[in-house]
């Protein structure tokens, strides 16, 4: 993360990797598409957030060569939602039980 503008109820992990159901993990997959989300949160706080994600190749692409890529979301309340998928902070401190995405033990 590069800039984090306090947004109310939102809390990502400063320590660690975040929940790979976030839209900017999901953007890297495909390239050039911009994403649109709304997400929420697990807990009390069930704040609805709409996430736009997008990410595309960074410096020179050539043949034989791995592109390096760059991925960027924004992230603000979402103004009109009809649902939200839940994500989590992190696979460590998220609360929600029998995720897919899970890669390591929750400690609550």
Known sequence: MTFQKPVLDFRLPRAGAACPLWPLYQSLSQP????RRVVRLPGVARTPFECF???SPAGDVAYGVEPRMIATMLVRVARNYDQSDVVGPGCRVCPVEACSARRHPSLL
């Open 32 to 35: 050039g598409r911009v994403l």
């Open 53 to 55: 994600a997008i990410a």
